[in-house]
């Protein structure tokens, strides 16, 4: 009697996966990926290939089994190397998805994009971000659609030049401080006036004295390059500098507001510090006094509410002193939690300044 395994008739592989598919030289090709996969290798957070790919196979027919000829793929590809072609359809294919998951993708992905350029753009008036309503509305008026093969930053920097053509709207100021040898200090002053830079503050004791200003971002790199003449060199203390206090813009014929005279970096962080410092010490005698259960989390180092706990669990803060808890390092707190996230980032962002 034969022990071979017969296929069920009826059976469908291949079915609960996402499908990129790519039309070329008249021929269809597809690869069978992993759902919610492709967008994280699009974005560059996915780099393992084979975290993507259900299989280094290309088909013609993903949901049929259907395997691609190799003269085909020679004819569309120039090489029938599965792997190269795979990424090459990743890269440029179309994701297959449903009707209702392309729309909470595309509305997912708008949100991100708008929220990245309220980060980086002010209000020229005042010095302010708009809200991310009004970006969104900005956004909708200028008939601004996602492409889903292009990543949120690469669209948001393309929805700027467009909004600035058409809207009381500009790049936020990138916060630097200059720094080079006393000898060339007067070079350094120079060449700040030239780039037409805000100047913050000034510190002109020791053998390194600096200059804190605001400039364009466009001229970042320029500006590095000519540093080398007086031996100067640049640090990036704030990627988006907006003026400080006050709500943010609702709308275009806003009465103008006085500017704030902007603070010390130093200074604003121990504001924030104070505040919710005084913020935790009442909340944590108000929980007292109402007789509120509480848990105090060893990584942070504070009480939260035992209803809380959960979320708190969840946050950017927690994880974060979870890796300095791991690492031997001790807790910081909220604010000083944000602040070295935001340097953390500020340094990934710097090419995004190149238009």
Known sequence: MSRTLVQ?????????????????????????????????????????????????????????????????????????????????????????????????????????IATIVMEKTINPETRRPYTITMTERLMHEIHFAVDPNLTSKEQALKVIKKLIEHFPIKRAPLRVRFTAPKSNFAGLIEKVAEWNATVISKDESGTQPSIVCEIEPSILHSCEERLKDVQGRVEVLSVSAHAEGGPSVEQHGIVEVPQAAPAKESDAVAEISETMQKQSISSESQGNAQGKQQRRCKECDVLVDDKLYREHCKSGWHKHNYTRHKNGLPPLSQEECMVEIELADSKKDLKDYDF
């Open 8 to 112: 069920p008739v009826g059976q469908k592989r291949l079915t609960n996966v996402a499908v990129v598919r790519l039309r070329k030289h008249g021929q269809r090709f597809e690869i069978a990926c992993f759902p919610n996969k492709v967008l994280s290798w699009r974005a560059r957070v996915e780099k393992d290939l084979d975290e993507v790919l259900q299989s280094h196979t290309v088909y013609s027919n993903v949901s049929k089994g259907v395997l691609a000829k190799s003269k085909d793929l020679n004819k569309a590809f120039g090489t029938d190397d599965q792997t190269k072609i795979c990424i090459e359809i990743l890269e440029k294919g179309e994701l297959q998805v449903s009707g209702k998951e392309r729309e909470a993708q595309l509305s997912s992905q708008f949100r991100d």
